[in-house]
């Protein structure tokens, strides 16, 4: 079985993020940039379902500018087996994301394509469940088990209030929860062995895919800073402010 | 010391403290009557938190007037039993004087109160763009002030020194009461000895630091983090220089295979499965866009020379805590066997040597005692700890640890060392002084110490008896 998995280079789960002053995006200049997390979960599944016999190729996907090269080659030290970089300066949308992995579903065949539930930068969620749409595929969100099967896979979805088990048929699109696994850290060796892997780069046009944002933002601004806390003198104080105040009780 | 009945003390205190500034109950005793360390019993006789210098300097006014000792108090994290008040004294607990003051952008230097928490100050130092780098594991519970009496040292030393090196000003009440006011944030100032840094590292034998002015720095660019694993004792130091040679470290930790188990234990990740008797931990900044290739080349090449069996590399931020985690809850993950300690320091071009040494010592001496090793090997710093063993009573267990003592730190004075690295004398190591430090010199510890504490109230039986 061949798994497409997407990464996605975001901006570092611990840095913090402030708008622009001039509200026209984040300022990411110069932040250290890593593997979207759950993408992480993602590749460390595929190398699993590698090592464990049931899949033969995994091919790692990203898109954007140049530097996603450099998590395209985190994934094949992880053992993503070769790479594709689409390559392009556009502001990428889900919309965009999930036609771009069509096109390249089109052209690798392959029996699932796993990815994050959502990138933690834009927290979007939309890309999976796009692409299974536009495939017409299965798809398994939120997984937080895999069992791959002869055509099928079981998997286990974190929902609201619990866990949904469903039978899904192959080929699908599988995006995956934090809980899933607990990704293997990178060997040395392996980044040098992934160096010598083949890594492919080509543009949205060479797959004949509009990669053109849709989606206009108008401004950007920071959450309201969390007032100082205060201090009651009283029990009966405190009930009282939290009656009229925070209307709580 | 005191006379006086325990009653009349208090209430001779209750003068010019409030009611909640003085604290007698049993579990406050308990709990401010110790640091880290455990071999003692807490019995102080009571918790004094004043919140101004003035009440400060009453205290010790108070303090000459009844022969009263007292101990400073900061975090409590101390390793070394010097913050223990196990004899009646009265417990200085800086804890309420906890206000950042000052900042000032262009000195780019802070000035605080000592009982603000170390992570604190870093957190406040991020948010002006600028960096605080002492740190180490006990940061979120450590104080200003104790980390300056003890002079801490901790994980980034390597690039950025010991907290001596970011003091620029020290406000001290010595034993006498006076209030000094110390070098005043300047960075240059030759007029004649400079007393600040005879209280930094005095465990709260001279004075009482009652606030301090803390340089600060600009923020490293990204890191990242690598652990190796080591097959020979040997490799160690091989693999140190290769590093240092090409790369700009801001940390090189070392810890045992026999640590490692610990923390894995308490549910962390195997960074990798090949087993290696000891593994580093290399924290490397990223001087240009070759860094992490340049440290392939140098594991490369360790590798090749037989130094190195396996190793990972971080992949964020996230991945670096984690690697970093594997060291820095060592010490937490032992606690539960109540180790006892040994932080010890050679110059780093003996280290090699050392460490055959006293592995042979510990080999032999201890070898029904589990033994972890760790340390900050890049400054030539082991912390040694012995685990006790169930069945052993602990005034058994110390007994045993006090005769390794003799031989531990005889090889250290052999090797030209130092029987504390950072974690200070206190009471646990005011024994061994003498295997560091030559009898002249102690006399002019004594000496000095006599100078500001005349009638030594202040931390009695700390460094030295
Ligand atoms: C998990 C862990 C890891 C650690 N790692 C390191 C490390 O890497 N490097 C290192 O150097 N240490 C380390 N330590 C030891 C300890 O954290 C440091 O010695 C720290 O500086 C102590 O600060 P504290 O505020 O807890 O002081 P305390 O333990 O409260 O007191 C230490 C000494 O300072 C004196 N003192 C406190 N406040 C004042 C004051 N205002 N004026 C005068 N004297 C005062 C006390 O009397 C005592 O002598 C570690 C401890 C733990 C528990």
């Known amino acids: 079985m061949k798994l497409l998995v997407a990464v996605k280079r975001v901006v570092d789960y611990n840095v913090n993020v402030r708008s622009k002053s001039d509200g026209t995006g984040p300022d990411i200049a110069n932040a250290k940039m890593s593997m979207n997390p759950f993408d992480e979960v993602a590749i460390e599944e595929a190398v699993r379902l590698k090592e464990a016999g049931k899949a033969t190729e995994i091919v790692a996907v990203s898109m954007g500018l140049k530097a996603c090269e450099e998590t395209i080659r985190t994934a094949m030290a992880m053992g993503a087996d070769r790479g594709i970089l689409v390559e392009t300066d556009a502001q990428l949308q889900p919309l965009a994301v999930a036609k771009v992995l069509k096109a390249l579903v089109a052209k690798e065949q392959p029996q699932a394509v796993l990815l994050g539930k959502q990138a933690i930068d834009d927290d979007c969620n939309q890309t999976g469940q796009m692409l299974a749409a536009l495939l017409g595929w299965a798809q398994g969100t939120f997984l937080s088990k895999l069992e791959v099967g002869d055509g099928k896979a079981i998997v286990i979805r974190e929902v609201d209030g619990g866990l949904e088990t469903d039978e899904i048929k192959l080929p699908a699109v599988l995006t995956v929860d934090l809980r899933l696994n607990e990704p293997r850290f990178v060997k040395l060796p392996n980044i040098m062995k992934a160096k010598k892997k083949p890594l492919e780069v080509i543009k949205p046009a060479d797959l004949g895919v509009d990669v053109d944002p849709r989606l206009a933002y108008s401004n950007f601004r920071d959450p309201p800073k969390r007032q100082a806390g205060i201090k009651v003198k009283t029990v009966a104080e405190l009930v009282e402010k939290l009656k009229n105040e925070a209307k709580v009780i | ?465």
């Open chain 2, 1 to 465: 010391m005191s006379t006086a009945s325990a009653t009349a003390l208090l209430d001779g205190i209750r003068a010019f403290l409030t009611p909640a500034q003085l604290r007698t109950d049993p579990d406050s005793r308990l709990l401010y009557g110790r640091d880290w360390t455990h071999q003692h019993t807490p019995a102080p006789l009571a918790v004094a938190l004043p919140t101004t210098v003035a009440q400060v300097q009453r205290l010790v006014q108070y303090a000459n007037d009844q022969r009263l000792a007292l101990v400073p108090s900061g975090g409590r994290t101390g390793l070394s039993g010097a913050a223990v008040a196990a004899q009646g004294e009265l417990v200085v607990s800086f804890e309420r004087m906890n206000r950042i003051l000052d900042f000032d952008p262009i000195d780019r230097s802070v000035t605080c109160e000592p009982g603000v928490i170390t992570e604190t100050l870093q957190h406040y130092a991020r948010e002006q763009g600028l960096f605080y780098p002492i740190d180490f594991a006990a940061r979120g519970s450590s104080h200003i002030g104790g980390n300056i009496a003890t002079n801490a040292g901790g994980i980034k030393v390597i690039r950025y020194g010991l907290t001596r090196d970011w003091v620029s000003g020290l406000k001290v009440v010595t034993g006498k009461g006076e209030l000094l006011d110390l070098n005043k944030g300047l960075i240059k100032n030759a007029s004649g000895y400079d007393l600040r840094h005879l209280f930094i590292g005095s465990e709260g034998t001279l004075g009482l630091i009652v606030e301090a002015t803390l340089r600060l720095t600009s923020p490293p660019g990204p890191s990242s983090v690598m652990v190796l694993g080591v097959p020979e004792l040997d490799g160690v130091m091989a693999i140190f220089d290769a590093f240092r040679n090409r790369l700009t470290l801001t940390a090189f930790e070392f810890f045992s295979a026999k640590a490692l188990r610990h923390v894995l234990n308490k549910g962390l990740q195997r960074p990798f499965e090949t087993a290696t008797p000891y593994y580093v931990l290399v924290e490397i900044e990223h001087t240009s866009a070759a860094t992490v290739d340049t440290a392939l080349a140098v594991f490369e090449q360790c590798s090749e020379q037989g130094w190195l069996a396996d190793g990972v590399i971080s992949q964020s931020e996230t991945q670096a805590q984690e690697l970093w985690a594997l060291r820095e809850n060592i010490t937490e993950s032992i606690a539960q066997y109540q180790p006892y300690k040994n932080d010890i320091a050679v110059r780093i071009s003996r280290v090699p040597a050392f460490l055959r040494a006293i592995d042979a010592l510990l080999a032999r001496e201890y070898p029904d005692f589990e033994v972890i090793w760790f340390g900050h090997i890049g400054d030539g710093n082991l912390h040694i700890s012995v685990l006790k063993p169930a069945a052993l009573d602990q005034a058994g267990f110390l007994a045993r640890c006090r005769q390794v003592n003799e031989q531990l730190f005889s090889t250290i004075r052999q090797y030209g060392g130092s029987i504390s690295a950072e974690h200070g004398v206190g009471l646990i190591k005011q024994p061994y002084l003498h295997y560091s430090r030559d009898e002249a010199e102690i006399a002019y510890l004594r000496a000095i110490k006599a100078v500001f504490d005349p009638n030594g109230i202040l931390n009695p039986g700390k460094i030295f008896a």
